[in-house]
């Protein structure tokens, strides 16, 4: 609850300084010119979804990236590629789905479904952008008033938080994932679906990572006290009780904790019990971690699958240990679960592992400092976590995680004589007449590197 514990604000410097004052009051300009009841109709009042293609064109990909949405235009969507806008009489929302809400209320949402069974939940697509931009918002203005002081900038974050935090608890878990019908329903209990929720597109965004840090920034502003009288209710507890302590007890309650996408969701809870002050928060990810590492990670350091995720597991471990580090408990708070008094917590220095881990694919990295390319890999995508250096010499190694690197030999090319001799594969079939792939009893996934470049991809597995 509420003040429960003493908690300064905000609990971490956010790097702010008034000489950022004009950049932050321009960002916050379109916000600024709504009026506050014109901005608490942007709350959506059912939960949104991301997924949502275009039925007027065959662009884009995932049903994710086709449609766009603008303030200017807030109650419709349009396509990127085709400039289709939606609603559409031509392809009219025309079915809907009914079900009732975590607290028994009717709930109808219309959609479009074409000729091929593909549903088209427009409503619930602009839905999902409004809270996208008002989250935005949140943040952009508890920062302006960071460093201005403006109430008004306060009362305004407040207001979009606050009304979150009423409707939290009445939106319907969704059933969300591209290319797959989705479900509104009456779900209150778990196991939730790690694809759908009622605040994210899926478990790892539930509980949402930057208002926490909004939040934070407005804490102590009079505007929060002024506010609740007026609306007759602790609007700092409805904030912390009915929204943010409810988005953690979802996500805790997912029998998927750990995952590639898991340090990401570990964080906003970090945030959340930093800034309410609940320290089983931050014991809970205390000993999720320690988990994490023994069973997620191979010996030699590497993460269970491909190098992007990886990657993309080390890169969100990066900003846990940011958030992570330095906190108390309060004096002597003793875990409930754990039995741990935490005093200075430096999840880096307690698990020494994590600096084997971190690196660990550039092992079989390409000889340009590339990382190798295997399975499910992010295109066009850099992390700032990865070193990328060129290799000089390339030598024999093979990772504990059934990755490998083979060919030998220095200089600008250190890896031309590379085909991977030496590991010893299941026996291959022969292709069937007419078969455009090879087909295998295992996974052997050869890429040949060689003249400073990669000349064969990722060629593997088969039924």
Known sequence: MAEARKVKHPYRDPGLSKSQAGELESAIERVMSMGE??????????????FCGCPNCDSGMQESSQLTWTVEAPHQVACRFCGHVYPSDKYPMDRVQVTRNPQGKRVTVRYYLDEAGNDHFFEGAVWYRQKRWLVRQAMALARAYHVTRKPEYARRAALIMDRFAQLYPTYCVVYQWPYR????????????PAGGGKWGRWIPD?????????????YESPELDRLSRELGADVRKRIEDDFFRATVDYTLSSARPMFNMSPWFATAIVRVGRVIGEPEYLHWVHDWFGRLLHTQ??????????????????HGIR?????TKGYCDPPGYVGKEDGLHIESLDLAKEFPFLAKAMDAPTTIDYPDGRSASVHDTWGGRSWPSRPGRAKRRSTCRILRARRARNGEGEGSDPGTPALLRGLRAPPLRQPEPGALRLRARGVLGPRLYAHEAAVLGDVHRGP
């Not at 009841?37 to 991301?50: A, F, H, K, N, S």
């Open 37 to 50: 009841q014109e901005l608490l109709d942007l709350v959506p009042p059912q939960t949104g979804i991301l």
């Open 181 to 192: 019908p989705r479900r509104y329903t009456s779900q209150t209990r778990p196991p939730f």
């Open 297 to 314: 990670f191979c010996y030699d350091g590497m993460w269970h699958e491909a190098p992007a995720y990886h990657y993309t597991v080390t």
């Open 319 to 323: 900003r846990l240990l940011e958030e």
């Open 206 to 218: 539930e509980v949402p990572g930057e208002l926490p840090l909004a939040y934070d920034l407005i």
